[in-house]
C-alpha cells in the first residue's frame, strides 16, 4: 500500500521520502519513481532512529501485513509495531509534522459488534498466534495517542480494512491474491473452515483516497477506511473464478486458530467527516487487478522452473 500511497502524494506534487526495511516489500513496487526526483527511498529498519530530514507528513505504514508474513515473523511485527511507532512519532515530532499510523481493523479481533464501529474496543486474544500483529497494532494505537496527549504531536489514526490490488505479493496468505494465484494455476481455491465467515475487501485506490483525506483532516480518533460490501468467502472464490475463468475448484480446509467470522466497517465517520467512501466494487476491483496477478503468477513460475 506504501507504494500506492507514494504515487498518490507525488501526483499531487509533494516530494516524499519512504523508508522500508525490505522486510515483505520488494524494490520493484517503487520501481517505476526511480527518475522522479522528488521521490527518494531509504533503506532503513525503523526500528532504528531515523534521520532522513524534515517532513510535513509522516506515514507510519510498516509493519508486516499478511498472516504469513507476521506469522513468520512475530517478533519483528512486535519490535515494529512498538519501537518502529516511538522512532517514526519522534520523526514527526521533531519536524512538526502530522504523524499518520496505518492501524487495522484486527484492533477489534474476532468482533462481537457487527458491522465495527470506531468506538468498539475490541475482542483480542492476547496470547493467541495472531496477537503478535493485533497487539503491535493495539499498542501502537495506544503510543500515537499517548504522543498527542504528552508531547503534542498532531496525530491521526486510520483502521485499515481488508485491502487488495497490484503490488500484492501471491504467496503472503490474504484472500485474493491466494485466490487469484490458486485460480490462475488452476489448482484448488482453499477455503477455511465452510466458508461462511465474511470479509469486506477495500480497492488499493479507494483506500489510499480515504488516507489521504484522514491525512488532511483534523481527526485525532480512529477513522474505519474500508468497504462495507460483504461477502462470505466462498462469494468471494467464485468471483474470482468467474474473471479468471478458471476451472479449478474449491477445497475446504480447518478454520486457523481465532480466524475474525465476521468483518465489516461502519463507515460512517468517515463518510461524514471526510466526504468519502468506496467506489470500485469487488468485481470491478479484481477486474482491475487481475493483468497484475496474471503477470506476477508468471513471473514466479520463471524464476521457480517446474513450479507450473
Ligand atoms: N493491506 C491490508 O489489507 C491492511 C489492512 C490493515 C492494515 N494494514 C497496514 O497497512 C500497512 C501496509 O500494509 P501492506 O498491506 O502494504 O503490507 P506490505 O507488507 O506490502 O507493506 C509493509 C511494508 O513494511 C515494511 N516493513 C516491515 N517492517 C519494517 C521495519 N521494521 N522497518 C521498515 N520497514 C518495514 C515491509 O518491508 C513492507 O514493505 C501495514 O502497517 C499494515 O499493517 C494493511
Redesign the pocket.
Known amino acids: 500500500?506504501?507504494s500506492h500511497l507514494c504515487d498518490a502524494l507525488l501526483g499531487e506534487g509533494h516530494s516524499v521520502v519512504a523508508?522500508?526495511?525490505?522486510?515483505?516489500?520488494r524494490l520493484d513496487n517503487i520501481a517505476h519513481l526511480k527518475n522522479d526526483r522528488r521521490f527518494e527511498f531509504v533503506q532503513?529498519?525503523?526500528?532504528f532512529p531515523l534521520d532522513c530530514g524534515r517532513f510535513d507528513f509522516v506515514f507510519h505504514?510498516?509493519?508486516?501485513?499478511?498472516p504469513v508474513?507476521y506469522a513468520e515473523h512475530g517478533i519483528?511485527t512486535l519490535r515494529?509495531g512498538s519501537l518502529?511507532t516511538f522512532n517514526v512519532l519522534e520523526t514527526a515530532k521533531q519536524s512538526g509534522a502530522v504523524f499518520l499510523l496505518?492501524s487495522?481493523?484486527e484492533c477489534y479481533g474476532d468482533p462481537l459488534e457487527h458491522p465495527q464501529r470506531e468506538t468498539y474496543w475490541g475482542h483480542v486474544n492476547p496470547i493467541g498466534p495472531r496477537s503478535v500483529y493485533d497487539e503491535a497494532?493495539r499498542f501502537a494505537e495506544a503510543a500515537t495517542m499517548a504522543y498527542r496527549r504528552y508531547h503534542k504531536v498532531d496525530t491521526r489514526i486510520v483502521r485499515?480494512?481488508?485491502?487488495y490490488g497490484s503490488r500484492m505479493q501471491v504467496n503472503d496468505g490474504r484472500v485474493i491474491p491466494n485466490f487469484m494465484r490458486q485460480a490462475l494455476r488452476g489448482e484448488d481455491l482453499t477455503v477455511y473452515g465452510d466458508g461462511t465467515q465474511t470479509r469486506s475487501f477495500c480497492y488499493v485506490s479507494d483506500e489510499v483516497d480515504g488516507i489521504v483525506r484522514l491525512s488532511r483532516s483534523q481527526e485525532a480518533l480512529p477513522v474505519n477506511i474500508g468497504n462495507p460490501n460483504e461477502f462470505t468467502i466462498l462469494e468471494c472464490a467464485r468471483q474470482v473464478l468467474e474473471i479468471t475463468g478458471s476451472k479449478s475448484k474449491i477445497c475446504y480446509e480447518p478454520l486457523p486458530k481465532d480466524d475474525p467470522k465476521q468483518r465489516q466497517p461502519d463507515i460512517t465517520k468517515a463518510r461524514t467527516l471526510l466526504g468519502w467512501e468506496p467506489k470500485i466494487e469487488l468485481v470491478a476491483g479484481l477486474q482491475l487487478s487481475l493483468e497484475y496477478f496474471q503477470q506476477e503468477v508468471a513471473r514466479l513460475a520463471a524464476v521457480t522452473p517446474g513450479r507450473d
Open positions: 500500500m506504501g523508508a522500508d526495511n525490505l522486510l515483505t516489500g532503513q529498519d525503523v526500528c505504514f510498516a509493519s508486516p501485513a499478511s508474513d519483528e515494529v518502529g496505518a487495522t481493523s497494532k485499515i480494512f481488508n485491502t
